[in-house]
């Protein structure tokens, strides 16, 4: 097996991997209720994509003391 006769510089290894990092994710505002979602997702809140409902959305039920 091979192995390297010189070590790496650090600028060389950091040169490698300027293109490992992650990109944050575009967020786009949703038509009907004006909330952020992701591009060509079904909104999470209301359940519409592209005009039409598609997933019907539960709401959620507030706890009684």
Known sequence: MALPKR???????????THDGLDKPNFAVCPQCKQPKLSHRVCPYCG??????????????????
Do not use: C, P
Request: no cysteine; aromatic share 6%.
């Open 7 to 17: 070590r790496h510089s650090k600028t060389r290894r950091n040169k490698r991997r």
């Open 48 to 65: 519409y994509y592209k005009g039409k409902q598609v997933v019907e959305i539960k709401q959620k039920k507030k706890k009684q003391r």
